[in-house]
């Protein structure tokens, strides 16, 4: 996939190969995105193509996902009963 900067917000729709539309934020950092939405937004002067970053400059590029905590609620045991039950 292209990479380029974005000088302004550019909205892309995809249809008819698919029934989706993206956004995408204008950024002083280029950002990567399937070759279409890259081409239009050339065409409509929202962007500029850039050269592919080495890995190292990808790594930094890229924002660092963390995954959401997924911790599940606590469960103590009712000892009346023997069931388990939430607190």
């Known amino acids: 996939m292209p990479w380029a900067i974005f000088h302004k917000a550019f909205d892309f729709d995809y249809r008819p190969q698919q029934a989706a539309c993206q956004h995408v ?9 399937p070759g279409a939405l890259i081409a239009a ?5 929202a962007a500029t193509e850039t050269a ?17 905590n997924r911790a599940r609620p606590a469960q103590e045991k009712d000892h009346d009963s023997g069931n388990i039950g939430k607190i």
């Open 52 to 68: 592919t970053p080495t890995a190292d400059e990808k790594r930094s590029l890229k924002p660092n996902r963390v995954k959401p």
């Open 25 to 33: 934020k204008a950024s002083a950092k280029p950002q990567q995105f």
């Open 41 to 45: 937004a050339i065409t409509a002067g």
